[in-house]
């Protein structure tokens, strides 16, 4: 008979309690694979719209739900590194997944998407991103994982609400982050439409 994990338990139910307070309260919600994303939310004093969720696909399987917000729309990726303000990614964990796996899909993601001469430079960036994920160790069904920026302050990596590794400064880091999933090459072509609103969410 396996172990009861109090951890992971804890984690699952920590995870489902954050996503019901932050994604499903208030008013629009948009639905991609049981998630509810709200149509707006906050970050600092910037109000965010909803530009798009939907899910990543790992061959059939489900990996994430995940929603974009910025201060405006945004149709293409020059869109959302231009837009102003504050912005935020969030994604939803469907399945269980180590966070050293969801690092180096990252980093391909990255890699794959932008010039050589890009991904030289960023290299730092790069391992800067790697750490912060890195230091969750495993993501369990619910748990939120969210990218945060903030002018001023810098990006942020959540999870559950809790700041995972430094603030890292300036927009490059987020800016390097929407490659993985609306750059070049992205991780899954589908989630890309849903996250610049040209296709509805997967369920």
Do not use: C
Not at 7 to 35: H, N
Not at 105 to 118: A, D, H, N, R, T
Not at 177 to 198: N, Q, R, T
């Amino acid at each position: 008979m396996q172990a009861f994990n109090f951890r992971k338990s804890a984690q699952a139910i920590l995870g489902a309690a954050l996503l019901t307070a932050v994604l499903s309260s208030g008013a629009a919600t948009v639905d991609a694979a049981g998630v509810k994303f709200q149509d707006r939310a906050e970050l600092g004093a910037t109000k965010l719209v909803l530009n798009g969720a939907g899910v990543r696909f790992r061959t059939i399987f489900k990996v994430y739900a995940a929603g974009l917000y910025l201060s405006r729309t945004a149709a293409t990726l020059d869109d959302v590194i231009a837009a102003p303000g504050a912005k935020r990614i969030t994604l939803v964990m469907l399945r269980d997944i180590e966070a050293d796996q969801i690092s180096r899909l990252f980093l391909s993601g990255i890699m794959k998407s932008v010039p050589p001469s890009e991904a030289s430079r960023l290299t730092p960036v790069l391992l800067r991103l790697s750490e912060a994920v890195t230091g969750v160790r495993k993501f369990v069904p619910n748990d939120v994982l969210t990218i945060e920026f903030e002018p001023g302050v810098g990006t942020t990596f959540r999870v559950n609400g809790k700041r995972t590794g430094d603030t890292m400064g300036g927009a490059t880091v987020f800016d390097a982050a929407m490659h993985i999933w609306m750059g070049a090459d992205p991780a899954d072509w589908a989630l890309k439409d849903a996250l610049l609103g040209k296709a509805a969410p997967s369920n």
